[in-house]
């Protein structure tokens, strides 16, 4: 059965409240609904949820469609930053509003066509779905950014997804591409790799732009 719009961005809201910054419930507030809200009606009607005067609960029978709709939004947002280079608050928006496609299987072909990023563009963790198990029990290592290389590892560049076009030029013309193998040397002050025989110091925000398919 599929949920409103409105009753996805609770159960997400939801999740992030419970799960991640470890409340055991959420008030009204925070979910940004009153008394009555047709999404929080929907959400109690399938058992979803518990509501205690002005908190939400969120129950087990909720959890795993709760978990799977914070999967599509920040699937959404790793399509849109990555993929379609929309960044910034209307890629936020428009998110936002994508998520809400990934449904029946589309989740599945966005997460195996970006190879089953683990962090969206803010650093949060992606609950993997099925695809990312079965890619990890494959032996196929998801996509992470630079910043999630450990010092002394190395993996492949698998996209680069700069802001500054002056600075992908750069990258791009020292060898910074696609398929080529990187090995991260140190991660402090900053982040010093090479690439063939280059070696590169770039800082924290750059490091973010470069994505590591993970050998
Ligand atoms: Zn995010
Ligand atoms: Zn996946």
Same mark, same amino acid.
């Given at each position: ?37 047709? !999404? ?12 205690? !005067? ?38 936020? %928006? ?10 029946? !299987? ?16 803010? !650093? ?26 450990? %010092? ?37 002050? %900053? ?15 750059? %490091? ?8």
């Amino acid at each position: 059965m599929k949920l409103s719009e409105k009753a996805e961005e609770i159960l997400e809201a939801l999740w992030i409240a419970t799960e991640e910054e470890g409340e055991n419930a959420a008030h009204f507030q925070t979910l940004g609904v009153g008394p009555g809200d047709d !999404g929080l009606c929907e959400l109690d009607r399938l058992a979803y949820i518990d509501i205690r !005067g002005e908190r939400v609960y969120l129950r087990q029978e909720g959890r795993e469609e709760a978990k799977m709709t914070v999967r599509r939004h920040r699937l959404a947002e790793r399509l849109m930053m990555d993929v379609l280079d929309i960044k910034g608050a209307s890629g936020d %928006a428009k998110a936002c509003e994508f998520e809400h496609l990934l449904h029946q !299987g589309v989740d599945t072909k966005i997460c195996t066509l970006l190879n089953h990023p683990t962090t969206c563009p803010h !650093g949060k963790p992606i609950p993997p779905g099925k695809c990312c198990l079965e890619a990890q029990a494959r032996g196929e290592a998801g996509v992470v950014p630079l910043t999630e290389v450990n %010092a002394g590892q190395q993996g492949e560049i698998a996209y680069l997804s700069v802001t500054d076009p002056k600075k992908m030029q750069k990258l791009m013309s020292l060898g910074v591409l696609p398929g080529n193998q990187l090995r991260l040397a140190r991660t402090f002050p %900053a982040y010093v790799f090479t690439v063939g025989n280059s070696e590169f110091a770039i800082d924290e925000d750059l %490091a973010r732009e470069i994505f590591i398919r993970k050998i």
